[in-house]
T-cell receptor, first 112, second 114 residues
Framework: AQTVTQSQPEMSVQEAETVTLSCTYD???????LFWYKQPPSRQMILVIR??????QNATENRFSVNFQKAAKSFSLKISDSQLGDAAMYFC?????????FGKGTKLSVKP | DSGVTQTPKHLITATGQRVTLRCSPR?????VYWYQQSLDQGLQFLIQ???????AKGNILERFSAQQFPDLHSELNLSSLELGDSALYFC?????????????FGPGTRLTVT
């Protein structure tokens, strides 16, 4: 069975600085998708970025980018120029068939 | 706003009771997924429906059941409720059930069992 591991329960970053959240996963499949979701205090699940496993190029969405290392089964999220609004829980997720498999999450705090 | 609606937003009930959570997917989406978010188990997939048919099951208890109606809205029924069922229940929808299609999450229903 596929598993997703986020080894950092909590992280902290200074406003305007850069932070990297780690995620590793386990799968025997070669074709799948990986996602980072943000969950602010409102509890809404917001898709931040996604990566197709067959693409070697790392996905980028404005200040958010990923470092996807397929062989190492690693999928980290880099947030540049951190803003107060980035404070939230971040979940890494894997998808092979229909449903998403989530990690336990990393709580990100942003210090002004 | 994702376009997925869930009602009610909050639900407080007693142990042993039965509740129904409702989800309306985005217009045009045929697939509905239910997820449970609890402090101890994290975010877990419960069940998926596609165009009225059950497509996949996850860690769903036998006390829980779901269905998708012809108008594509879905209901999650939770019975014989226990304290441990207290959680945030999310519904998500997508156009189809394939890996490619993005899932859009509703705002969730917070269930408190006392």
């Amino acid at each position: 069975a596929q598993t997703v591991t986020q080894s950092q329960p909590e992280m902290s970053v200074q406003e305007a600085e850069t932070v990297t959240l780690s995620c590793t996963y386990d799968t025997s499949e070669s074709d799948y998708y990986l996602f980072w979701y943000k969950q602010p205090p409102s509890r809404q699940m917001i898709l931040v970025i996604r990566q197709e496993a067959y693409k070697q190029q790392n996905a980028t969405e404005n200040r958010f980018s990923v470092n996807f290392q397929k062989a190492a089964k690693s999928f980290s999220l880099k947030i540049s120029d951190s803003q107060l609004g980035d404070a939230a829980m971040y979940f890494c997720a894997y998808r092979r068939q229909g449903n998403l498999i989530f990690g336990k999450g990393t709580k990100l705090s942003v210090k002004p | 706003d994702s376009g997925v609606t869930q009602t009610p937003k909050h639900l407080i009930t007693a142990t042993g009771q039965r509740v129904t959570l409702r989800c309306s997917p985005r217009s045009g989406d045929l697939s509905v997924y239910w997820y449970q978010q609890s402090l101890d188990q994290g975010l877990q997939f419960l069940i998926q429906y596609y165009n009225g048919e059950e497509r996949a099951k996850g860690n769903i208890l036998e006390r829980f059941s779901a269905q998708q109606f012809p108008d594509l809205h879905s209901e999650l029924n939770l019975s014989s409720l226990e304290l441990g069922d207290s959680a945030l229940y999310f519904c998500a929808s997508s156009v189809d059930s394939g890996t490619f299609y993005e899932q859009y999450f509703g705002p969730g229903t917070r269930l408190t069992v006392t």
